[in-house]
């Protein structure tokens, strides 16, 4: 099953990729720089960013925990 892509500006703060996630009901964020897709925003990074943000330790987004 696909689904839109929906994007952000790299300018864009996290807690708007955060939002847009939760408005749209998606996992994941494309981030574009003057109209190129320069990367992804996902779930788990918005997740880190706020343990990071709130000193609940930190969490690596990057390892395989599912």
Do not use: C, W
């Not at 952000?8 to 996290?14: K, Q």
Request: net charge negative; hydrophobic share 30%; aromatic share 10%.
């Amino acid at each position: 099953m696909s689904q839109p892509l929906y994007t952000l500006d790299i300018n864009n703060h996290i807690l708007e990729a955060s939002e847009h996630m939760t408005d749209k009901n998606t996992r994941h964020i494309t981030v574009t720089d003057q109209g190129k897709v320069v990367g992804i925003i996902t779930v788990k990074n918005t997740f880190s960013y706020y343990m990071n943000l709130f000193g609940l330790g930190s969490y690596d987004p990057t390892t395989n925990a599912d």
